[in-house]
């Protein structure tokens, strides 16, 4: 198939709506990174999101509503403590998992009783899912394994001619999917995925904030993910990722005794210099390494790169986003100095 490449005016954005509606997939920026968007209610249209990406049919879609009160819609109960979040934190990167209802077909939520309920911020997908009037599954634009997409030129790599249209939204303001919750009682949440809705954020509207153990985690063969998606190797590259935990000198030192053709070191941003091997920065704080760090691990590949020792970045706020994602590119091996 052809895959339209579309801009972001009017127009166009009817267009994809339109696409949606009848049941097609087109690839939607949104401020976290971008997603196969197609009509959550319709089997077949999202029969045709796994396709695309190659995923798992067990492995469960986000719905992207327009506001919070529209998940009534979907949803069997909403707990209070998912209103006073929405309050905050809505239109945003924040997806709760609540009890779903039976407009949300078994294929969109991988055959699970729940459904993840995003409000996304992005006005680009905020009309397209105006203009088409559907609640829109939208899983992020990549093939599946692969690093999310953050640019219309990503998607279309790894998209064209799989899915109806891309619609270039520009850059993605966040860079890494949202925060994924679920609630454990009146006044507690636990993390599924981390994002840029951050613990902290969380705990100044929840008592207590739970991080799921396979947030920093590999899980045993035997162990259930609360989530999916966190039990894949994921967010990978070509080049086989290490991620190495240390200081700078640490970092360099290492390094330093495992150069050689097709290594690269990726690093903070300032420390370039000091590599002795080649090497790429993702950002010098959390929020930049976010930004940065799929789009960084995209390059990787065009460059070649076989190896890449990464400089492990900070746990604390958005941090945890980011080490969530690069322990999975890396299959959880990290180098502790
Ligand atoms: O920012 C985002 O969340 C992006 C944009 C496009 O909105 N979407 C995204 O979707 O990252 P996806 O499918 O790539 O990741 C969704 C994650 C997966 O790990 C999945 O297992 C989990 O959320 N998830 C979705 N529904 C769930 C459910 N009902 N219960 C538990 N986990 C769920
Ligand atoms: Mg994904």
């Known amino acids: 198939m052809e895959t339209l490449f579309l801009d972001d005016c009017e127009e166009q954005l009817e267009t994809a709506a339109k696409l949606i509606k009848s049941g097609e997939v087109v690839g939607i920026p949104t401020e976290t990174v971008y997603g196969l968007g197609a ?57 709760m998992i609540l009890p779903k209802n039976d407009r949300i077909p078994y294929v969109t939520s991988g055959g699970l009783d729940t459904v993840g309920i995003r409000i996304p911020s992005h006005p680009v997908i905020r009309r397209i899912i105006e203009l088409s009037g559907c609640p829109v599954a939208a899983p992020s634009a990549n093939t599946s394994g692969c690093p999310s997409t953050t640019s219309a030129a990503h998607v279309m790599a790894d998209m064209n001619g799989r899915i109806a249209a891309v619609v270039d939204g520009g850059q993605c303001r966040f860079g890494v999917e949202s925060t994924v919750i679920s ?26 904030v739970i991080v799921d153990k396979a ?19 994921h967010y990978s590259p070509a080049a086989d990722i290490i991620l190495v935990d240390s200081d700078l000198a640490g970092f360099t030192a290492f390094v330093g005794e495992h150069c050689g053709s097709g290594v690269y070191a990726l690093v903070f941003d300032g420390e370039e210099n000091e590599m002795p091997c080649k090497c790429l ?38 941090g945890l986003a980011v080490y969530n994602r690069l322990i999975r590119a890396a299959g959880f091996e990290v180098i502790r100095i």
Do not use: W
């Open 183 to 208: 609630f454990e009682n009146d006044d507690t949440v636990r993390i599924l995925r981390p994002g840029c809705v951050t613990r902290e954020q969380l705990l100044t509207v929840c008592g207590n």
């Open 281 to 318: 920065t993702y950002g010098a704080d959390s929020l930049q390494q976010a930004h940065f760090i799929f789009q960084k691990l995209r390059e990787l590949d065009r460059l070649g790169a076989e190896k890449v020792y990464v400089r492990a970045p900070s746990k604390e706020g958005v």
């Open 215 to 233: 947030v920093l985690s590999g899980l045993d063969n035997d162990e259930k993910a609360a989530s999916p998606g966190m039990k894949y190797k």
């Open 39 to 95: 009509d959550a209610a319709n089997e077949a249209a999202v029969r045709k999101i796994f396709a695309a990406k190659g995923r798992p049919a067990d492995n469960p879609l986000i719905v992207h509503l327009a506001d919070f009160s529209d998940a009534e819609k979907y949803t069997e109960y909403i707990p209070e403590l998912a209103r006073r979040l929405a309050e905050k934190f809505c239109p945003g990167p924040l997806t």
